[in-house]
């Protein structure tokens, strides 16, 4: 799978498009549980606010502060746990879009968090006929667990303004994981403030056992499938490398075995969270996609050199541990319904294209191989294809040189003539994804057949 949108991750694939949407109920009910979570909320603070709070205008402008407070305080449990790793959401969605909604929820939750500080500053100098400033020094020195939670503000803050496109492909992969990582440090000490402090679990002791334990539950489930079960893992698989070779177009084949891996259910196209246990690596997991169909206790991860992380990866030596947390991704031949299948991948995006190639054909489906490249010296693990008796058509050159784009809509139908007849399976640069999917719309390929995946941690 590709990297991320935050600044530049290494990947295995490039850096594929967003994913198709599925049909599968359990993205609706997933939608369903977090509106309910959030008009419960409101309920909840309907009827914990006072009919006389509205009477005056500094009142009825906390009282919206204290609820957009508690709205962001569950759609920060909420984000959390979307990238969490829970198998059942992760099952329902697919990691890739949790990760879309991860980044949604965070712009959402710094904003409510931002309004929730100015309404309560304005509420409060309303009420007692103070400006602004004096009000709010008021509030940090007068209110409990106050300091603790302006410095966690400060953290959402950051987070919100690093993790921005802007700025983000500007910083490194390693260090935007270290400050997006502090957002915990940032629920922590602005939990304190909420117990302590709202007007709503002051006066209701159930209401702070309702409140603790929905974040207790949170916390749990983050040790649980992000920390102790990967951990668990690393001691029961022992996965190592067993070899590093490099391929054609400055990628890198990495061999993993370990005992039980096969026990894993990975299938070709999906992609692990590989932390290499080694100097250099230790900071962040990088998403790299399967590069062969799984075969017992062997896998093999194709890196692409994108960055610092992936180019550093051709320097590993073979019995270096690593922790896998996965198999991720629904980019599988099981999404396959058509006789026919186009497998289009571009840079290191052939990694996850070659292995379904791979298992397609032994499912029985007439494969076809698009591999985009700017030159022959790019098109890593094309001899594998050829050489598997799979229909391969390299296309190579730069827009600029052919002057016009190979895969778009008055080219790609060309290059494949039976295309609208074919399930169609894109992995690669963004811009190359957008361009296959257009094309293959275009030609009459419906959208439930066109199949792609981006992979983000952010």
Do not use: K
């Not at 290494?10 to 939608?31: C, I």
């Not at 594998?384 to 016009?404: C, K, M, N, T």
């Amino acid at each position: 799978m590709s990297t991320i949108t935050p600044p530049r991750a290494p990947s295995a694939t490039g850096q594929p498009g967003r994913s198709v949407a599925l049909n599968h109920p359990g993205g609706l009910l997933l939608r369903i549980l977090l509106v309910v979570t959030v008009v419960a909320v409101a309920v909840f603070w309907w009827t914990g606010t006072p009919p006389t709070t509205g009477g005056s205008p500094g009142g009825a402008v906390t009282a919206l502060g204290e609820l957009t407070g508690l709205v962001a305080s569950v759609l920060v449990c909420a984000q959390v746990l979307l990238t969490g790793r829970v198998p059942w959401f992760e099952r329902a969605v697919g990691l890739d879009r949790l990760v879309s909604w991860h980044r949604t929820l965070g712009t959402s939750v710094v904003l409510l968090v931002l309004t929730h500080v100015l309404l309560m500053i304005l509420g409060g100098a309303l009420l007692s006929a103070r400006a602004l400033w004096p009000e709010a020094v008021t509030i940090v020195t007068t209110q409990p667990e106050m300091l603790s939670a302006v410095l966690g503000t400060a953290v959402f803050v950051l987070v919100g303004v690093t993790s921005a496109r802007l700025l983000r492909q500007h910083l490194s992969y390693e260090l935007w994981f270290v400050v997006h990582l502090s957002v915990y440090v940032g629920i922590y000490l602005t939990f304190g403030h909420q117990i302590a402090a709202g007007a709503h679990f002051v006066g209701s002791p159930v209401a702070r056992v309702v409140w603790v334990l929905l974040y207790a539950v949170t916390a749990a489930a983050l040790l649980t499938w992000r920390v102790i079960l990967p951990l668990v893992d690393v001691v029961r698989h022992a996965p190592r490398v067993t070899a590093v070779l490099p391929e054609a177009g400055g990628m890198t084949s990495v061999w993993v075995s370990g005992s039980g891996l096969g026990d894993l259910g990975a299938r070709a196209g999906q992609f692990f969270l590989v932390r290499f246990l080694v100097r250099g690596h230790l900071v962040s997991a990088h998403p790299y996609s399967l590069s062969v169909a799984p075969a017992g206790d062997h896998l093999r991860f194709t890196v692409g050199a994108l960055g610092d992380h992936s180019s550093a990866v051709a320097r590993l030596r073979p019995g270096t541990r690593v922790l896998l947390e996965g198999p991720f991704g629904r980019f599988t031949a099981a999404r396959a319904r058509r006789p026919g299948v186009l497998l289009v991948g571009g840079g290191a995006g052939v990694g996850p294209v070659r292995a379904l190639a791979e298992e397609l054909r032994l499912r029985g489906h007439d494969v076809v191989v698009v591999h985009r490249a700017r030159s022959a010296a790019g098109l890593g693990l094309g001899n594998e294809l050829a050489a598997a008796g799979i229909d391969y058509r390299p296309v190579v050159g730069h827009r600029s040189e052919l002057g016009y784009d190979p895969l778009d809509t008055g080219h790609l139908p060309a290059l494949v003539p039976d295309l609208a007849r074919r399930d169609v399976f894109v992995c690669g640069p963004p811009g190359m994804v957008a361009t296959v999917v257009r094309a293959a719309r275009a030609a009459g390929v419906p959208r439930s057949a066109v199949h792609h995946e981006e992979l983000s941690l952010s």
